[in-house]
């Protein structure tokens, strides 16, 4: 066992914004990640198939209370397609099971793109994570089996060519959380009749976090480790587009203690984020009353924040 093997592993928290490579999976990406940075606890938010690269988020310690936020945004790629094969995978990692000639031109492609924008039914792919009975259909379609999967409503945002020679399709795609892009791909080659299968994909946004933030893992690899945490952005980072409270020692301490603070003209329904002494706590949700009520609060809240509130009243709270 190696000196760095025997290191405990960090109670790191933060955000970091991976630039996965292709040829990788998302969970070796996050194990690759989580080693460098010697932390206790990790998780990526949004699975990016071994064939695809682009933009990883992945939550270190306490962040990854707050992954759901990702997990239901929209995501951007830019994905490659070639016209006149398929595949039993819908990319270029599965099996070829048809070969038709391509007789299409640009002009029918871009009439045919508006099918796919707006609400759209998708089939999930036979090769996915999704569960029956508790298996991955992946699992069930390596023994050569296909089970009935029911549509799922999706929505693309935007579906753009940008290129297409040599039987090649270039498209910028921005799509709501569960679209899968090969079964677009595959599904617009059956609206152009000559069938198509995913080449390449890259996700280049997710929310409001855009892969030129990204810091690809060969860069990381190459950073001393003493600088590896510069890369991080703060857990409260996925929170962004929430309105921010900045609660007074007296809420503080009522919050977490799992009590309600006031906060008048907090909408009902709406969730905020959390800030004490200047320390960010988690997050809360707006009652019909007035008053904002504890939702998810970081570990380190109580500590760092009653901390900061002795320092600066002389007592304890």
């Not at 045919?112 to 089939?123: A, H, K, S, Y």
């Not at 699992?139 to 940008?162: D, P, S």
């Not at 399709?169 to 791909?185: F, I, M, N, Q």
Request: hydrophobic share 45%; glycine share 10%.
């Amino acid at each position: 066992m190696t000196a760095s093997a025997r290191r405990p592993r960090r109670k790191l928290d933060g955000v970091l914004l991976l630039d996965k490579p292709s040829g990788m999976t998302s969970n070796a990406a996050l194990q690759a990640a989580r080693r460098l940075f010697n932390a206790a606890k990790a998780g990526h938010t949004g699975t990016l198939d071994p064939l695809a690269s682009g933009l990883l988020p992945i939550c270190f310690g306490e962040a990854a209370k707050f992954s759901q936020t990702l997990l239901d945004a929209d995501k951007r790629y830019l994905a490659e397609l070639r016209l006149g094969v398929r595949t039993d995978t819908a990319d270029a990692e599965g099996t070829v099971i048809a070969r038709r000639p391509v007789a299409v031109s640009r002009q029918a492609i871009e009439q045919v793109l508006p099918r796919f924008r707006g609400d759209i039914e998708q089939v999930p792919p036979m090769y996915s994570a999704l569960k029956r009975d508790g298996r991955p259909l992946y699992e069930l379609a390596r023994q050569g089996l296909e089970v009935e999967r029911a549509a799922r409503r999706v929505r693309i945002h935007g579906l753009v060519l940008r290129g297409f020679a040599d039987e090649r399709v270039d498209l910028e795609v921005h799509c709501s959380k569960g679209t899968y892009v090969r079964t677009l791909a595959d599904d617009i080659g059956e609206a152009l009749g000559c069938g198509a299968h995913l080449t390449a994909l890259r996700r280049t946004a997710i929310g409001a976090f855009d892969i030129g933030d990204a810091v690809p893992l060969e860069r990381l690899q190459s950073l001393p480790a003493d600088a590896l945490d510069g890369c991080l952005l703060p857990a409260d980072a996925l929170l962004a587009a929430l309105p921010r409270a900045d609660l007074d020692s007296h809420q503080t301490a009522d919050l977490l203690q799992g009590r309600a603070v006031a906060m008048p003209g907090a909408a009902p329904g709406t969730t905020w984020r959390v800030y004490g002494a200047g320390r960010f706590l988690g997050i809360a949700r707006a009652g019909g009353d007035g008053f904002l009520a504890p939702a998810r609060l970081i570990a380190t809240a109580g500590r760092g924040a009653a901390n900061s509130l002795e320092n600066s009243a002389g007592n304890p709270v």
